[in-house]
């Protein structure tokens, strides 16, 4: 089975960006971490980053027939756009929403997901394990969902 790790607006700046919120580990070296938990899980993944709200949308259109899953840190898209949800709306794949930080905890502008509610679940608040977590979780509900259908 596929998994699609999809990260928004600045998460390639992961290393040197806000390090005491984010952390020290660069997008490619969590990416990295994540395909060898993945590989051990029975699951091929690929990842993407994108500054760009459309590119994130079309992604996830075209993840169809591609994935059987996907894992998603909008970043700041979490809190303004509609387009992702309906994105994540429209393709028939469960998708785990993925934070690094606790936005719970943070201003109030980031206490809104408006596309959690597309997502079968959302993890928040454990740095780079936050992925980790979210593609165990991902995992299993694939598997579910294939014994279901055996
Ligand atoms: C983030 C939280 C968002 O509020 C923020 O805009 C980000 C990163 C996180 O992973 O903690 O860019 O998605």
């Not at 290393?15 to 990295?32: A, K, N, Q, S, W």
């Not at 029975?42 to 992604?59: A, F, H, I, K, T």
């Not at 608040?125 to 991902?138: I, N």
Request: charged share 25%.
């Amino acid at each position: 089975m596929k998994v699609l790790v999809l990260n928004g607006p600045n998460l390639g700046l992961l290393g040197t960006r806000e390090p005491g919120l984010y952390g020290r580990d660069t997008l490619p070296d969590i990416m990295e971490g994540l395909r060898k938990r993945a590989a051990e899980l029975g699951l091929s993944l690929d990842w993407m980053q994108s500054d760009d709200e459309g590119e994130l949308v079309r992604r996830i259109g075209a993840a169809c027939g591609q994935y059987d899953g996907l894992i998603l840190n909008p970043a700041a898209y979490t809190h303004t756009s509609v387009a992702l949800r309906d994105a994540l709306q429209a393709v028939p794949i469960p998708c785990v929403e993925v934070h690094l930080s606790n936005v719970h905890a943070r201003e109030d502008f980031r206490q809104r997901s408006l596309t959690a509610g597309a997502c079968v679940g959302q993890i928040c608040g454990f740095g780079a394990v936050s992925y980790r977590l979210a593609l165990e979780a991902l995992a299993e509900r694939l598997r579910r969902v294939a014994d279901v259908g055996t």
